[in-house]
């Protein structure tokens, strides 16, 4: 038997090296993309606008979550439901990891088709180059609302 206290669970900052990896593996799978496509299938996809503006879309909705969750914690004082508080953490922490993702495969997407005399290769290019800033976006307002959830040790939201 252990004379040591028992650990008290924290939730830690997503470190950004894990969103670096998750990006990295996005880029990859991006640039994958398009020779698997044309090796079994007809065509390779199409980025059409309305993908992008979801990614936008996302990125807004998580944005006021986080400017509602850190108005209501830190400036009104107010106490969240431990549900409530709990499901945007994980809100956050998922969505920064799927925007790093998804960031990294709109770029190697993008990566896969320069240099290339196809045409929609720039079209692709271009479409797949804003989805990319609208996934860091996505990230980014997660970030946001991961540190908005956060209290001090101490505080009686804890």
């Not at 909705?61 to 004082?77: C, E, N, P, Q």
């Not at 499901?87 to 969505?95: G, P, T, Y």
């Not at 479409?127 to 996505?138: D, E």
């Not at 956060?150 to 804890?158: F, I, L, N």
Request: include cysteine; charged fraction near 15%; hydrophobic fraction near 55%.
């Amino acid at each position: 038997m252990s004379d040591r206290p028992p650990e008290v669970g924290h939730v830690r900052p997503t470190p950004a090296g894990l969103l670096a990896a998750w990006a990295v593996a996005g880029i990859v799978l991006g640039w994958l993309l398009r020779p698997l496509a044309a090796r079994y299938a007809d065509a390779a996809p199409v980025v059409t606008w309305l993908q992008v503006l979801a990614l936008f879309l996302v990125a807004g909705i998580l944005a006021l979550t986080a400017w509602g969750t850190w108005r209501a914690l830190k400036v009104h004082r107010l106490r969240l439901d431990s549900e409530r508080a709990v499901n945007r953490l994980v809100l956050a922490k998922a969505c920064a990891l799927v925007g790093a993702l998804t960031a990294g495969g709109y770029t190697g997407y993008a990566i896969s088709w320069l240099g290339m005399s196809a045409e929609l290769a720039d079209q692709r290019i271009l479409r797949s180059g804003v989805a990319a800033v609208g996934a860091v976006l996505v990230c980014g307002a997660a970030l946001l609302l991961e540190r908005a959830c956060r209290v001090r040790d101490g505080d009686p939201e804890t």
